[in-house]
């Protein structure tokens, strides 16, 4: 997630890329379509007195009265630079120097509910919700498993345990999902270029939103040169085509964008950069989201802070929009074995952009974003075994679904016995397990379910992945870290759900009856 697929924390042994500059100064540009207003001689005199510390960027949601004219002058005589302002939702995201900008704007009550700065510093730690590094499959490996294939199945399915746990192979039968039907991967960059990938990709749909102006150009989509294969990964397990050619996805027949959100160099995800891609979801008719991460620098964002209660207001709207838009989110729990539905969870992570301090939360009123956002499905991770992997994040009332994320504990009776999640890479497959992974096992189910139910809301499509999910009750053993197995004492139940599965398991079979 850009800790990705919410890998956050310790469980996150991805490397870090290159670290940023020291300065905020090397943002990327913006486009110039949100070229900066015009200047006053009183905005120069605030932007001259104000530039005294780093440059931040920072988002600023306005009141329901306020107009984006009056708020856009108000920015720019406290010292700061409007990137692009998303008038459909009342959010302005802004550069400045000014270490006094966001207390500035805050004062002026009549146009601004709360403003905040995305970032702290710019250092370099990753978060996603991949636990541990890719396994790539070496062609020794690809060649046994394709003279293990059954008739029917691609070169590499029968590896593809995760496939037959959630009876995907079986719904693939009846109906692959449609073309009319496409799910944003909102993620580190996908590449469109991938033989499995190419068949099903949306390039119309697909975009660079760092920095938080969409880029459509050619390839803007696509991974940093020594960028992350996270979301060509997640991509591969929603949309792989059934073509003779490596794996299946999960909704083979549907289509895959690309929403690239992640920084350059160090792989952060920033609210500014989320809240486009949200934006852009919901303007280029994408149907599902996938979330496979958590939103940088907070791992959770308190309310009680003036900045982090700017960033859940600012992705709250940007989410509920898409969804008044049509599109549902769904998002991974997270990597770090907590439980949401605890009274306090020890966050020593944040913020993970500079140097990040132990903090007491309560994860009820300082959020997992996008994952506790109202409206969005939270998935938490399974291995081959049907156990809670043992890396996710869990909680009663707060998981709505689980799905395949992969547990190297659990080893499946395939040719690599690999209980990890096989997918598709930049030049060739992996093998990735974590959250990040079973969140795009949910949003395949659910092209699946848009292709059958072409008219059904988000908040239809949710209610049938719960309903139709494969109802699995709490374990009495899960494993550890270290693989011992040990009592399931975490797991409770109500109202017919549990902590580790919500509702339980997706059923793809279901998804297309």
Not at 59 to 80: Q, W
Not at 442 to 449: E, I, K, P, Q, Y
Request: charged share 20%.
């Amino acid at each position: 997630m850009a800790h990705l697929g919410h890998g956050r924390r310790r469980v996150l042994a991805v490397p870090v890329g290159l670290a940023l500059t020291a300065s905020l100064a090397f943002l990327p540009s913006v486009a110039a379509s949100a070229a900066p207003l015009g200047t006053t001689a009183d905005s120069v005199t605030a932007s001259k007195t104000a530039a005294t510390g780093p440059k931040l960027s920072y988002v600023a949601n306005l009141n329901v009265y306020a107009t984006t004219t009056a708020a856009k002058k108000a920015i720019e005589r406290a010292g700061g630079t409007v990137v692009i302002a998303h008038e459909q939702i009342g959010v302005i995201v802004a550069h400045s120097e000014n270490p006094d900008f966001a207390k500035q704007l805050r004062a002026q009550r009549g146009l601004f509910v709360s403003v905040g700065a995305t970032r702290t510093a710019p250092l370099q730690p990753v978060q996603t919700t991949d636990e541990g590094t890719t396994q790539r499959l070496s062609a020794e490996a690809a060649a046994n498993a394709a003279a293990q294939a059954e008739p029917g199945q691609e070169p590499l399915e029968s590896n593809q345990w995760d496939l037959r746990a959630i009876k995907a192979d079986a719904a693939h039968k009846i109906n692959d999902g449609s073309t009319d039907v496409t799910v944003g991967v909102i993620d580190t960059g996908v590449d469109d270029t991938h033989p499995d990938l190419a068949p099903n990709f949306s390039k119309e749909q697909s975009a660079n939103c760092v920095g938080g102006v969409a880029d459509t150009s050619e390839g803007a989509w696509r991974p940093y040169a020594d960028g992350s294969d996270h979301g060509t990964h997640v991509a591969g397990t929603i949309a792989a085509a059934r073509n003779g050619v490596g794996i299946s996805g999960v909704a083979p027949g549907a289509k895959v964008a690309g929403i690239k959100v992640s920084e350059p160099g160090n792989g952060l995800f920033y609210t500014e950069a989320v809240v486009c891609g949200f934006m852009f979801a919901a303007e280029k008719g994408i149907e599902v989201t996938n979330n496979s991460y958590y939103v940088d620098p907070w791992l959770y964002n308190c309310k009680a802070d003036d900045d982090q209660k700017a960033l859940v207001e600012a992705l709250g709207r940007a989410t509920k929009y898409a969804e008044r838009k049509g599109v549902l989110h769904v998002a991974s729990a997270g990597n770090s074995n907590h439980d949401l539905a605890a009274d306090s969870i020890l966050d020593d992570s944040s913020p993970n952009d500079s140097t990040p301090g132990p903090r007491t939360i309560d994860p009820k009123v300082c959020l997992d974003l996008p994952t506790q956002l109202p409206g969005v499905v939270t998935v938490s991770a399974t291995g081959d075994q049907g156990f809670k992997s043992y890396y996710s994040t869990y909680g009663l009332g707060v998981v709505d679904v689980a799905a395949p994320g992969g547990d190297k504990w659990q080893v499946p009776a395939t040719p690599d016995a690999n209980g990890r999640v096989l997918s598709t890479v930049p030049g060739g497959y992996g093998y990735k397990q974590g959250t990040s992974m079973a969140a795009p096992h949910v949003a395949g189910v659910a092209a699946l379910l848009k292709s059958a139910h072409p008219t059904a809301t988000p908040s239809q499509l949710q209610a049938m992945l719960k309903a139709q999910a494969t109802k699995t009750a709490c374990p009495e053993k899960v494993y550890d870290n270290t693989g011992k197995l040990i009592d399931a004492t975490t797991c409770t139940t109500k109202w017919g759900q549990t902590a580790y599965y919500g509702s339980g398991v997706v059923d793809a079979l279901k998804a297309v009856k």
